[in-house]
């Protein structure tokens, strides 16, 4: 299969952020002094604004993960002109149901998720099916920072410096027989640690899946993501491992994986199940297709306030028309929504 990454997106040298700006970074992981440094530094690109970092928390990585991470290609795919959204909001509004329902309530009870020591299962159609702990699962690839646009189906958004790795480079390392055509990934399910899954009258069938068809899976800008905003994934945005797919709407990017399997037949998924009518396998960000109760055209950028909302166009294919219309040529994208 061949892939044409458009230089909209496209990897280039030139992009990766200038050494400074690199080690302002780590300094402000190492203890919060780089704004200071900021005036010293060259012109930031685009999306690096400075301020983009402030406030983000160190967290408490993994050594193989600080390891890595001096070895990073910043900017890698940004998101030309757009701000990148604080890190307080990127942490403190999110869905992960297995935490609550609430936006807040997953930065308040993820805590108890235990993420060390994690393993994840591939299995199905591949040539290598095994279980691996995440360390030797993530060792042989670079780490690249991506900053996408991220849409949620319930019509907000938010702009991510994630760090990740294609994870088309983690399904050639396992090697998918000609049989495989989808990839089905799964979520830890923990009701000791997890109090969504204890919930009584939770109408969500665990553990949450998604899926891909393999196509979709292996186009370059489909990531693994193992942190965000230069640092490890907190727990509330699904450490250690997740699922982005800038494409799609948020709910595709599944969190806290410990299974990925290549699968012959297209997945159930979770919120296809939940509501059909309502959530496709596709979950294409599309602003011609309305949810049955509201439009896609518009989305709010967050933060966004209740009386200055930050409205703006939703674009298709969440703007990465250009890379990913190609994966759909033929589809009659209200039937498959
Ligand atoms: N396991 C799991 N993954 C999940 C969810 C969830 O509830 N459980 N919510 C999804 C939804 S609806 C969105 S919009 C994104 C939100 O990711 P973020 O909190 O990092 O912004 O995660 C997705 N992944
Ligand atoms: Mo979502």
Request: with cysteine; charged share 20%; proline share 8%.
């Amino acid at each position: 299969m061949i892939f044409k990454v458009t230089p909209a997106s496209a990897c280039h040298e030139s992009d990766v952020t200038p050494e400074a700006i690199y080690l302002s970074r780590r300094a402000l992981m190492a203890g919060g002094v780089a704004l200071a440094a900021g005036a010293a530094l060259p012109a930031w690109g685009d999306a690096a604004q400075p301020s983009a970092y402030e406030g983000v928390e160190p967290g408490r990585a993994p050594a193989w993960f600080q390891a890595k991470l001096d070895d990073t290609r910043w900017q890698a795919v940004t998101a030309s002109g757009e701000s990148i959204t604080p890190f307080k909001d990127a942490t403190h509004y999110n869905n992960y149901y297995e935490f609550g329902t609430d936006k807040g309530d997953p930065a308040q009870n993820a805590g108890s998720l235990k993420t060390e020591p994690w393993s994840v299962v591939v299995d199905g159609e591949v040539g290598k099916p095994g279980r691996y702990n995440l360390e030797d699962f993530v060792k042989p690839y670079r780490l690249e920072e991506r900053i996408y646009r991220l849409r949620c189906v319930e019509a907000w958004s938010m702009v991510i410096p994630w760090l990740g790795f294609p994870l088309a480079s983690i399904l050639s390392q396992v090697q998918p027989t000609s049989r495989a055509r989808y990839v089905r990934f799964e979520t830890l399910q923990d009701p000791a640690t997890m109090p969504g899954q204890r919930s009584s009258f939770s109408y969500i069938q665990w553990p949450y899946e998604e899926g891909l068809r393999l196509d979709e899976a292996m186009h370059p800008l489909t990531l693994m993501a193992v942190g965000m905003y230069g640092r490890e994934l907190p727990n509330q945005n699904g450490a250690p491992l997740r699922l982005i797919v800038p494409w799609k709407y948020g709910f595709k990017g599944i969190k806290s994986i410990v299974r990925i399997s290549l699968v012959t037949e297209q997945p159930r998924t979770t919120w296809q199940g939940i509501a059909p009518q309502e959530y496709g396998f596709y979950a294409n960000v599309n602003p011609q297709v309305d949810h049955p109760r509201w439009t896609q055209a518009r989305e709010r950028r967050l933060p966004s306030g209740l009386f200055s909302p930050n409205v703006r166009e939703t674009q298709m294919f969440n703007g990465y028309a250009e890379e990913v219309a190609p994966l759909y040529a033929g589809l009659d994208l209200k039937v498959n929504y």
